[in-house]
């Protein structure tokens, strides 16, 4: 934050394409249809949707302050939303940029980004949650090197 | 982004806020972020110590009774005391961590986040109870 109501956001817009922010879907239902989803499906991504990019986790987290490369909550919960929606299939395009050094192995778990939150968006769950994936699909391409992706 | 000089491509000069070198004492939160990331060194001593009575025991008898005598030493039992403080406060912290990361979805439901944790916290009452069992019984 620099003055009230003026948010520093430069270097969030600047990393913002490397978590490929969108739906990433080669199956597209045909456009006279909707791709529906239950309630289950839709409360999976729901709270990671809610962030309103005001920047306070950014403000709140140390690692951000110290490692200027750090990815940041808010990047790192917005990959989460779309990893977590039943219509997306990019999840293993972002597993790349998410566990890069600057990404979620650079958080430390301090949490104080989800305290600080005003959305309840969870910042630090999204990224505890990221890293477990990454583990268990690094686990599972040592385990099971000719299984897919 | 930015180049060396902190300006972006729009000659603009992006803020970045100094963190201070104790940024740490400044909250209650931080400090105890800070004090369970430093208890992974006591953690770390308890592995060490146990792997010593391990190689003890398999020194002989005579190997044990020295490490018993040196582990029984009054320094010895303060270090042990306080890593064993600082052991428990880093699996409790982590434990009540545990449901952030591990989210289980059971019959279309979320399971509640104190089930997760009390998962943990039993296994460890197992874990330390057939340990107890080992030693003592």
């Not at chain 1, 490692?67 to 790192?76: K, N, S, T």
């Not at chain 2, 105890?32 to 430093?38: A, D, I, M, P, S």
């Not at chain 2, 005598?69 to 005391?81: D, F, H, K, T, Y």
């Not at chain 2, 880093?90 to 990361?101: D, E, I, S």
Request: proline share 7%; with cysteine.
């Amino acid at each position: 934050m620099i003055r009230d109501l003026v948010v520093e956001i430069t270097d969030f817009m600047a990393k913002l394409p490397r978590i490929t922010p969108w739906l990433v879907n080669d199956h597209e239902p045909p456009p006279d249809t909707e791709h529906l989803q239950t309630p289950l499906e839709l409360g999976e991504y729901k709270q990671f949707s809610m962030c309103i990019n005001c920047m306070l986790c950014y403000s709140a987290c140390p690692v951000y302050g110290i490692e200027q490369d750090f990815l940041g909550p808010a990047l790192i919960a917005l990959a989460q939303r779309y990893n977590l929606d039943s219509r997306d299939e990019g999840a293993h395009e972002r597993i790349e940029v998410l566990t890069a050094p600057e990404g979620v192995w650079a958080c430390t778990f301090v949490g104080e980004c989800s305290r600080a939150c005003p959305k309840g968006v969870d910042p630090a769950g999204a990224i505890q949650r990221a890293k477990l994936a990454a583990a268990t699909q690094s686990l599972k391409s040592f385990l099971l090197p000719w299984g897919t992706r | 982004m930015t180049g060396p000089t902190g300006y972006t491509e729009f000659r603009q000069r992006l803020y970045r806020p100094r963190v201070p070198l104790l940024w740490w004492l400044r909250q209650r939160s931080y400090l105890v972020f800070v004090v369970r990331e430093l208890s992974s060194v006591a953690v770390g001593w308890s592995v060490v110590f146990l792997l010593l009575a391990a190689r003890s025991i398999m020194r002989g008898p005579d190997a044990y009774r020295q490490f018993l005598e040196w582990g029984a030493r009054p320094w010895m039992v303060l270090i042990n005391l306080i890593a064993l403080a600082f052991v428990v406060f880093h699996a409790v912290t982590w434990f009540n961590l545990a449901p952030r990361a591990i989210v289980v979805n059971l019959r279309g439901r979320r399971l509640p986040a104190g089930v997760v944790a009390g998962v943990h916290f039993g296994a460890w009452v197992v874990a330390s109870a057939i340990v107890a069992w080992l030693v003592v019984g």
